[in-house]
T-cell receptor
Framework: GENVEQHPSTLSVQEGDSAVIKCTYS??????FPWYKQELGKGPQLIID?????GEKKDQRIAVTLNKTAKHFSLHITETQPEDSAVYFC?????????FGKGTRLHILP | DAGVIQSPRHEVTEMGQEVTLRCKLI?????LFWYRQTMMRGLELLIY????????DSGMPEDRFSAKMPNASFSTLKIQPSEPRDSAVYFC?????????????FGPGTRLTVL
């Protein structure tokens, strides 16, 4: 079955710097890769997603890249701000199956 | 729309008791997912429904867990009997797109503590 590895588990960056979170997946048939942000006491919320026919997608300060050959995808947050502090989850999905990574706790340092 | 609604938000019970968690989908959504979140195991998919029909329940831990969708807008997750290792945050999520191929809208979760 699908396995999604996410790194790092914890990441601290200075406010204004960039943050990068990486994920790898095992099932080459996976074709949808969402990223969710979870703030304390809340459910995860989709922030960006990418489908397998696209290599890169950007939305303001957030970008995601996908390398299907290597089976890895990454989340990039530029010009980080205090409100970016949260837990971020990647996921890989095909048809009726979605598998989440274990999450990355991002701390934005003042 | 109020989003996905879950109740209760917190539940504390004793081992052996029955626990029922409730979820109301966003109107018009036809896919429903139940997840369990713990520090050790992260976010795990328990079961997924499409148009009220269970599609994949391979994530349900054991027979003590059961989930139903009596109608298109409501679902329950029942644990009977509950055990301390069931302590976790349980989320439901709904989606307008079948399967795991579209945005899922998560509820605020139910924090379950089994003593």
């Amino acid at each position: 079955g699908e396995n999604v590895e996410q790194h790092p588990s914890t990441l601290s960056v200075q406010e204004g710097d960039s943050a990068v979170i990486k994920c790898t997946y095992s099932d080459s048939a996976s074709n949808y890769f969402p990223w969710y942000k979870q703030e304390l006491g809340k459910g995860p919320q989709l922030i960006i997603d990418i489908r397998s026919n696209v290599g890169e997608k950007k939305d303001q300060r957030i970008a995601v890249t996908l390398n299907k050959t290597a089976k890895h995808f990454s989340l990039h947050i530029t010009e980080t701000q205090p409100e970016d502090s949260a837990v971020y989850f990647c996921a890989a999905s095909r048809d009726d199956k979605i598998i989440f990574g274990k999450g990355t706790r991002l701390h934005i340092l003042p | 729309d109020a989003g996905v609604i879950q109740s209760p938000r917190h539940e504390v019970t004793e081992m052996g008791q029955e626990v029922t968690l409730r979820c109301k989908l966003i109107s018009g959504h036809n896919s429903l997912f139940w997840y369990r979140q713990t520090m050790m195991r992260g976010l795990e998919l328990l079961i997924y429904f499409n148009n009220n029909v269970p599609i994949d329940d391979s994530g349900m831990p054991e027979d003590r867990f059961s989930a139903k969708m009596p109608n298109a807008s409501f679902s329950t997750l029942k644990i009977q009997p509950s055990e301390p290792r069931d302590s976790a945050v349980y989320f439901c999520a709904s989606s307008p797109i079948a399967g795991g191929l579209g945005e899922q809208f998560f509820g605020p979760g139910t924090r379950l503590t089994v003593l």
